[in-house]
């Protein structure tokens, strides 16, 4: 009676293992799957906007995500050459039409881009944005095309991405972001 006894108990004990397994195998699965609904909620997910107008080119970031995008870094090249400004770009605008003996008017204006700026979610901002006319138009377009925008940017949960301009796919994602690295717009005479 007692090796039945000991088989009871055993196939009990073996019975309560397997169950208390199987729910915590249970729980840390639903704490994964509420983790991934939370990263879903917050999810930032930018694009660079180009736009062609008749009268001028705009280059704007938008947040189509459902979460804020944390800027971290962003890095403009201009010809393969790490820019530190905007101020680089016109300046490339104007060696190129200068070299094609072209003359017209532009009327530009920019924004910083840095660490410290936050997109909401649904937000656009204007980076860029160029107003030309005649032949300057055919060259501002001309130079945008050598010209490549890099951001890095978070989520609030810290998940990170970086994504180019000249980047045919989404945002890839990266486990951290550069520091430091930003765009900044001229400033203004006084």
């Given at each position: 009676m007692n090796e039945r006894r000991f088989r009871l108990d055993l196939t009990i004990a073996v019975s309560a293992l397997l169950i208390s397994t199987i729910a915590a195998l249970?729980?840390?699965?639903?704490?994964?799957?509420?983790?991934?609904?939370?990263?879903?909620?917050?999810?930032?997910?930018?694009?660079?906007?180009?736009?062609?107008?008749?009268?001028?080119?705009?280059?704007?970031?938008?947040?189509?995500?459902?979460?804020?995008?944390?800027?971290?870094?962003?890095?403009?090249?201009?010809?393969?050459?790490?820019?530190?400004?905007?101020?680089?770009?016109?300046?490339?605008?104007?060696?190129?039409?200068?070299?094609?003996?072209?003359?017209?008017?532009?009327?530009?204006?920019?924004?910083?881009?840095?660490?410290s700026m936050v997109l909401s979610p649904g937000a656009t901002r204007r980076l860029f944005d160029v107003q030309a006319n005649g032949p300057a138009l055919r060259v501002v377009?001309?130079?945008?095309?050598?010209?490549?925008?890099?951001?890095?940017?978070?989520?609030?949960?810290?998940?990170?991405?970086?994504?180019?301009?000249?980047?045919?796919?989404?945002?890839?994602?990266?486990?951290?972001?550069?520091?430091?690295?930003?765009?900044?717009?001229?400033?203004?005479?006084?």
């Amino acid at each position: 009676m007692n090796e039945r006894r000991f088989r009871l108990d055993l196939t009990i004990a073996v019975s309560a293992l397997l169950i208390s397994t199987i729910a915590a195998l249970a729980s840390v699965y639903q704490t994964r799957v509420i983790s991934q609904q939370l990263s879903a909620a917050v999810w930032p997910y930018l694009n660079i906007d180009r736009t062609n107008a008749p009268t001028g080119v705009t280059i704007s970031l938008t947040n189509y995500g459902l979460g804020p995008a944390l800027i971290r870094s962003a890095q403009l090249d201009v010809n393969g050459k790490p820019a530190a400004s905007w101020n680089d770009l016109i300046v490339a605008f104007v060696r190129r039409a200068h070299t094609m003996h072209l003359k017209g008017t532009t009327r530009t204006s920019d924004a910083n881009l840095d660490g410290s700026m936050v997109l909401s979610p649904g937000a656009t901002r204007r980076l860029f944005d160029v107003q030309a006319n005649g032949p300057a138009l055919r060259v501002v377009r001309e130079t945008l095309g050598d010209v490549s925008l890099s951001i890095c940017y978070c989520s609030l949960l810290g998940q990170c991405w970086q994504m180019t301009s000249n980047q045919s796919s989404g945002p890839t994602a990266t486990s951290s972001c550069p520091a430091g690295a930003s765009i900044a717009a001229p400033t203004p005479p006084p």
